[in-house]
């Protein structure tokens, strides 16, 4: 069976804030705030070794009475969350006629509980493994050092002394995707992604679920169908996972870390502050970044030297990546049963 699940948030919002001025005179201003996001999914796949979707093709046991399928869970840019999918299994029913439909007969059947999952030694994989991150940076820069002619233009507008040393804190930075190495399938390797999987457990279905071909049979009040994990994946935002992504950010050039118009840019015009009233300046009280020529302005820009805010985990906005269990799906058939062709049904659930 395959089981498609998306959380989705909108692709785009705009919401009114009403800010009201007060008692008397009040004002009232509207602000449109939009958001552009891309809606996340999830997505879980129940298939074949050759990638063919079991709930179209079946999965055939033949005379080995046991065959391997896939499970396979694919995430884009979701919130980092856990997820769980598990499998329960109806009794097996003989099947009576001819051709290729199964009436299922009741009185010929073989339990759920001579059916079970098993792994083999490599029974994980994981594949494009990447983490979306919404960094912070501060940025500095001593003037005087980089253009002592500039420094003196900055005191001289802003009347400050200190106005060559810029210092700018928790600058919001350009959303980041950065690709996760998988260095290999052990509980060592796989501790270090931002989502770990686990391969799920062996066992046998000891109570029966009640859909698909055993859905005519279902007694009026069953005992719950036994659930056998099959995949599992935990949320892994530890401090050594974010220090993985802090040093795979830290040297990324200024101009693909942060915007340079819409938050460098101001935060330099507000750091450098007003002009103040001189000889050499008639317009006392604009702001000093707006009287600086273009060159200027670049060169300030150009020589700012960011550091990055140690990330925290409410930073790491979306994880993708493709994880998969192998199980192996077994029938042990009682020296009592009739020959004949028997189908069941496999229930695999997420999330």
């Given at each position: 069976?395959?089981?498609?699940?998306?959380?989705?948030?909108?692709?785009?919002?705009?919401?009114?804030?009403v800010a009201v001025a007060g008692a008397a005179g009040a004002q009232t201003s509207l602000v449109n705030v939009s958001l552009a996001n891309t809606s996340?999914?999830?997505?879980?796949?129940?298939?074949?070794?050759?990638?063919?979707?079991?709930?179209?093709?079946?999965?055939?046991l033949g005379s080995l009475r046991s065959a391997p399928f896939r499970v396979r869970v694919v995430?884009?840019?979701?919130?980092?969350?856990n997820f769980s999918v598990s499998a329960t299994m109806t009794n097996l029913y003989q099947c009576s006629g001819s051709g290729s439909s199964c009436t299922p007969v009741q009185s010929q059947s073989i339990d759920s509980s001579?059916?079970?999952?098993?792994?083999?030694?490599?029974?994980?994989?994981?594949?494009?493994v990447s983490a979306t991150v919404a960094p912070l940076f501060n940025f500095s820069e001593d003037v005087s050092t980089v253009d002592s002619s500039l420094c003196t233009t900055l005191q001289t507008l802003s009347g400050n002394p200190g106005a060559c040393t810029i210092s700018l804190t928790s600058l919001q930075g350009l959303p980041q995707t950065l690709n996760q190495a998988v260095s290999g399938l052990t509980a060592s390797a796989l501790s270090g992604l931002p989502l770990v999987p686990q391969s799920g457990s062996?066992?046998?279905?000891?109570?029966?679920?009640?859909?698909?071909?055993?859905?005519?049979?279902?007694?009026?009040?069953?005992?719950?169908?036994?659930?056998?994990?099959?995949?599992?994946?935990?949320?892994?935002?530890?401090?050594?996972?974010?220090?993985?992504?802090?040093?795979?950010?830290?040297?990324?050039?200024?101009?693909?870390?942060?915007?340079?118009?819409?938050?460098?840019?101001?935060?330099?015009s507000n750091a450098l502050g007003t002009a103040?009233?001189?000889?050499?300046?008639?317009n006392a009280g604009g702001p000093v970044w707006a009287l600086l020529?273009?060159?200027?302005?670049?060169?300030?820009?150009?020589?700012?030297?960011?550091?990055?805010v140690p990330i925290l985990a409410a930073q790491v906005t979306g994880l993708s990546g493709t994880y998969m269990s192998f199980p192996t799906l077994n029938v042990s058939v009682p020296n009592t049963a009739a020959g004949g062709t028997y189908e069941g049904t496999l229930v695999v659930t997420g999330f």
């Open positions: 069976m395959r089981s498609k699940a998306k959380l989705a948030a909108a692709g785009a919002a705009v919401i009114s804030l996340p999914t999830r997505t879980l796949y129940v298939e074949n070794l050759a990638g063919q979707d079991l709930s179209q093709s079946g999965l055939n995430d884009q840019t979701m919130t980092p969350q001579n059916v079970s999952l098993s792994y083999g030694t490599n029974p994980l994989d994981v594949l494009n062996a066992g046998a279905f000891a109570s029966p679920d009640w859909q698909g071909v055993a859905s005519a049979f279902k007694p009026s009040n069953p005992a719950a169908p036994t659930q056998l994990p099959v995949l599992t994946g935990g949320s892994n935002l530890t401090s050594g996972v974010l220090t993985t992504l802090q040093n795979a950010l830290a040297t990324s050039p200024t101009n693909s870390i942060v915007d340079v118009n819409s938050v460098l840019v101001p935060a330099l103040v009233a001189s000889a050499t300046n008639a020529t273009t060159a200027q302005q670049n060169e300030l820009v150009a020589n700012l030297t960011p550091a990055l």
